[in-house]
Structures are given as C-alpha cells and as structure tokens.
C-alpha cells in the first residue's frame, strides 16, 4: 500500500513566492554581493553592480518584501543585508512541505 502524501499548500505558496523574488539575474547578482559584503546601502549595491538607483531600490523592495532580505537605517542611510535563514528556509520548506 502506497503511503499518502500531503502537501501543505500555505507552505508550498510561501516557498514559491520566495523562489519567484529571487529567480531574476539581477536579484540574483544583488544577493551574491550582498553575500561578499554583509552590509551595503542602496547608493553602495547600484554602484557595485553598474545599474539605475530606482532599479536597485525596485528589486530590494522585491527581495525584502518576500522575506529574502532585511534593512536597517542608519543615520539618513538604508543598509540591507541577506536574512540568513531565508534560502535555508526555501529549502527546508520544499523538503518538508510533502508530509
């Protein structure tokens, strides 16, 4: 007999939302460095990567929104930096996510 399989669909949808705000090359490239770095203000991360200020903010909100990033003032200063637990989660979570 074929043992039952269930799916947790909330944790399913969260796991896809995050693989969604990551599966994008330039989303991709901001983690990387922020990976290298730990810590970069928006002015420091469009800089790194050669791209229009309102791009990089665009995809930050994007990565931060979906739990992939973290932010912090300082000062008149925004730093963001990779929420450690986040892509270890993607992948617990798509493990655990069948029974």
Same mark, same amino acid.
């Given at each position: ?5 269930v ?6 949808e969260?796991?896809?939302?995050k693989l969604?705000? =990551?599966?994008?090359?330039m ?29 990089a ?6 990565l931060?929104?979906?739990g992939?990033l973290l932010?912090?003032?300082?000062g008149?200063? =925004? ?9 270890t ?11």
């Amino acid at each position: 007999m074929a043992k039952e399989i269930v799916l947790d669909i909330v944790k399913l949808e969260a796991a896809a939302s995050k693989l969604r705000a =990551i599966a994008h090359p330039m989303r991709i490239a901001i983690i990387d460095l922020l990976n290298e770095k730990k810590k970069l203000s928006v002015t420091e991360i469009y800089e790194y990567l050669k791209i229009e200020q309102a791009a990089a903010s665009h995809h930050l909100n994007i990565l931060k929104s979906k739990g992939v990033l973290l932010s912090k003032r300082e000062g008149k200063q =925004i730093h963001y930096s990779v929420k450690a637990s986040a892509l270890t989660e993607i992948v617990q979570c798509i493990d655990k996510c069948n029974g």
